[in-house]
């Protein structure tokens, strides 16, 4: 959910006080890179799952509050708009047959949350989009009621000076004006964390986007907005768009979106926080009264407040993080190219993929990305976004092939070499990469599912119209997702 702050109004005083806070801090943390102890000896992944809320009749339940009232449970957070939560699954191992005790206590959790939301009218989703979601749905007044997201929509605004256009061409096109930044409510994700050293987090990164188009195709679960059938992961058109604090003329400029898959590869963890300091205008411009150059010299660690809120308005599809914890510093990759869903083990199958890869990948002697350039792996998840578990990939050695012959002749067996680095059971790992692996023979991922049901429905059961048929097929999929069994294997009539 990101750091909370309190509401106010800032000055132009506030924002020059930041900027040279901002500065002196990243020099403190270029210090602490080469000075300092991080926390890296036994990495831990971690997860987050963002998930909607709808009411029995499908449609958006705007209740995460009374619904976080009922759950009652601290892992459960609110996020940007009122029919989202979001669930902080706490870090651990890979090791040994810990993604199945996971799978089993993620299981738990949600169905004990799914029952108390219940009480109070609601029902929870994980799905990219929410398909019955319309303009109506996403106003100012859908905003969660939290200063933070007050304050984003005010200043994204402001150095807008315009409202947003959204504009998607897919499979039908999407074009539309919004005054707020609810529609980024609708980019429901599951983030991975991975925690590295800061001398292992280049190459980390860069592995990690030289896979993102595979991840994306893999996993797309978003090909409705609005009633319109438009990419198949129409949540990352949506998401750069929603943010976008650039009016037409910054963004002919060249000047960088706040959404950013980035421009080239990097050599340390230092390149992005000091693009992030040299490239962005400060949101939230909010100072803190830690010295951070008094802390490090008296031999404590310094929280860097300041860095720390910058980075979180600043949305890389691998985002680095900066974090503390029992008093010592650690960096974390944080993956956020997946859309939640469709069910536990499908999200489990998707982090077995992406961790056995990244533990390969990271650690050759001859890089992946130095035989990829920078613009083919953002062209590889462009190409993915729209066109799923159909799209064709580059990748070197083999050209640009499709994206499931890939996955099965190249790509299952370094992950599972990488999950064996990771001491994961081989039953363990055959599992959740055989979830993959059936996904790429039959391809049937979230999205060709919901394309699929949903084209069924619409010509089956005339005269329903467009509404009626996505309200039918996102009560099939809520059905499917709680049976937990892989999408691959649902039904489609």
């Given at each position: 959910?990101?750091e909370?702050?309190?509401a106010?109004a800032?000055?132009?005083?506030?924002?020059q006080?930041?900027?040279?806070?901002?500065?002196?801090?990243?020099?403190?943390?270029?210090?602490?890179?080469?000075e300092?102890t991080?926390?890296?000896?036994?990495?831990?992944?971690?997860?987050?799952?963002?998930?909607?809320?709808?009411?029995?009749?499908?449609?958006?339940?705007?209740?995460?509050?009374?619904?976080?009232?009922?759950?009652?449970?601290?892992?459960?957070?609110?996020?940007?708009?009122?029919?989202?939560?979001?669930?902080?699954v706490?870090?651990g191992?890979?090791?040994?047959?810990?993604?199945?005790?996971?799978?089993?206590?993620l299981?738990?959790?949600?169905?004990?949350a799914?029952?108390?939301?219940?009480?109070?009218?609601?029902?929870?989703?994980?799905?990219?989009?929410l398909?019955t979601?319309?303009?109506?749905?996403?106003?100012?007044?859908?905003?969660?009621?939290?200063?933070?997201?007050?304050?984003?929509?005010?200043?994204?605004?402001?150095?807008?000076?315009e409202?947003l256009?959204?504009?998607?061409?897919?499979?039908?096109?999407l074009?539309?004006?919004?005054?707020?930044?609810?529609?980024?409510?609708?980019?429901?994700?599951?983030?991975?964390?991975?925690?590295?050293?800061?001398?292992?987090?280049?190459?980390t990164?860069?592995?990690a986007q030289c896979i993102?188009?595979?991840?994306v195709?893999?996993?797309?679960n978003?090909?409705?907005?609005?009633?319109?059938?438009?990419w198949?992961?129409?949540?990352?058109?949506?998401?750069?768009?929603?943010t976008?604090?650039?009016?037409e003329?910054?963004?002919?400029q060249g000047v960088?979106?706040?959404?950013?898959?980035?421009?080239?590869w990097?050599?340390?963890v230092?390149?992005?926080?000091?693009?992030?300091?040299?490239?962005?205008?400060?949101?939230?411009?909010?100072c803190?009264?830690?010295?951070?150059?008094?802390?490090?010299?008296?031999?404590?660690?310094?929280?860097?407040?300041?860095?720390?809120?910058?980075?979180?308005?600043?949305?890389?599809?691998?985002?680095?993080?900066?974090?503390?914890?029992?008093?010592?510093p650690?960096?974390?990759?944080?993956n956020?190219?997946?859309?939640a869903?469709?069910?536990?083990?499908?999200?489990?199958?998707?982090?077995?993929?992406?961790?056995?890869?990244?533990?390969?990948l990271?650690?050759?002697?001859?890089p992946?990305?130095?035989?990829?350039?920078?613009?083919?792996a953002?062209?590889?998840?462009?190409?993915a976004?729209?066109?799923?578990?159909?799209?064709q990939?580059?990748?070197?050695?083999?050209?640009?092939?499709?994206?499931?012959?890939?996955?099965?002749?190249?790509?299952?067996p370094?992950?599972?070499?990488?999950?064996?680095?990771?001491?994961?059971?081989?039953?363990?790992?055959?599992?959740?990469?055989?979830v993959?692996?059936?996904?790429c023979?039959?391809?049937r991922?979230?999205?060709?599912?919901?394309?699929?049901?949903?084209?069924?429905?619409?010509?089956?059961?005339q005269?329903?119209?467009?509404?009626?048929?996505?309200?039918?097929?996102?009560?099939?999929?809520?059905?499917?997702?709680?049976?937990?069994?892989?999408?691959?294997?649902?039904?489609?009539?």
């Open positions: 959910m990101g909370r702050v309190a106010r800032f000055s132009r005083a506030d924002r006080r930041y900027r040279d806070k901002l500065r002196r801090t990243l020099d403190v943390f270029g210090r602490m890179l080469t300092s991080f926390d890296f000896e036994r990495p831990l992944t971690g997860m987050e799952i963002e998930l909607n809320l709808v009411d029995d009749d499908a449609e958006p339940a705007m209740r995460n509050e009374e619904v976080l009232a009922a759950i009652a449970n601290e892992v459960f957070q609110a996020e940007l708009g009122q029919f989202n939560i979001e669930l902080n706490r870090p191992s890979l090791a040994g047959a810990a993604a199945t005790d996971l799978e089993a206590a299981r738990a959790s949600l169905n004990d799914d029952e108390r939301a219940r009480a109070v009218g609601a029902h929870l989703v994980m799905i990219g989009t398909p979601l319309a303009p109506a749905h996403l106003t100012g007044a859908s905003l969660t009621a939290d200063a933070r997201y007050a304050l984003l929509n005010e200043q994204i605004f402001a150095a807008r000076g409202d256009h959204i504009e998607i061409d897919g499979t039908e096109r074009s539309m004006r919004a005054d707020t930044i609810a529609p980024e409510a609708a980019c429901t994700s599951v983030q991975f964390h991975l925690q590295v050293s800061p001398q292992d987090y280049a190459a990164w860069n592995a993102a188009g595979v991840q195709a893999l996993g797309a978003s090909p409705f907005l609005f009633g319109k059938e438009l198949r992961e129409t949540r990352i058109a949506l998401f750069e768009q929603a976008d604090t650039r009016p003329e910054l963004k002919a960088r979106p706040r959404v950013w898959f980035g421009e080239r990097i050599t340390s230092f390149d992005h926080f000091e693009e992030n300091v040299t490239y962005f205008p400060a949101l939230l411009p909010v803190d009264d830690e010295d951070p150059a008094e802390v490090l010299a008296r031999g404590d660690v310094p929280r860097l407040p300041e860095l720390r809120m910058h980075n979180g308005t600043i949305y890389r599809w691998n985002r680095p993080v900066y974090d503390i914890h029992r008093g010592r650690h960096l974390r990759v944080e956020r190219v997946l859309p869903g469709p069910t536990v083990v499908d999200v489990l199958a998707n982090g077995a993929f992406y961790f056995g890869l990244l533990r390969v990271a650690a050759q002697e001859r992946l990305w130095s035989r990829m350039s920078f613009s083919t953002e062209d590889n998840f462009f190409q976004a729209r066109h799923g578990i159909n799209a990939l580059y990748w070197p050695g083999l050209g640009t092939v499709p994206a499931t012959e890939l996955v099965l002749r190249r790509l299952l370094i992950a599972q070499e990488g999950l064996a680095a990771w001491d994961v059971d081989t039953a363990v790992s055959d599992h959740l990469l055989g993959i692996e059936r996904r023979t039959t391809y991922n979230g999205a060709e599912w919901q394309a699929e049901t949903f084209h069924r429905i619409d010509d089956e059961q005269p329903l119209d467009r509404r009626d048929s996505l309200r039918e097929m996102l009560r099939r999929y809520i059905e499917h997702m709680h049976s937990n069994e892989p999408v691959h294997t649902w039904p489609t009539g």
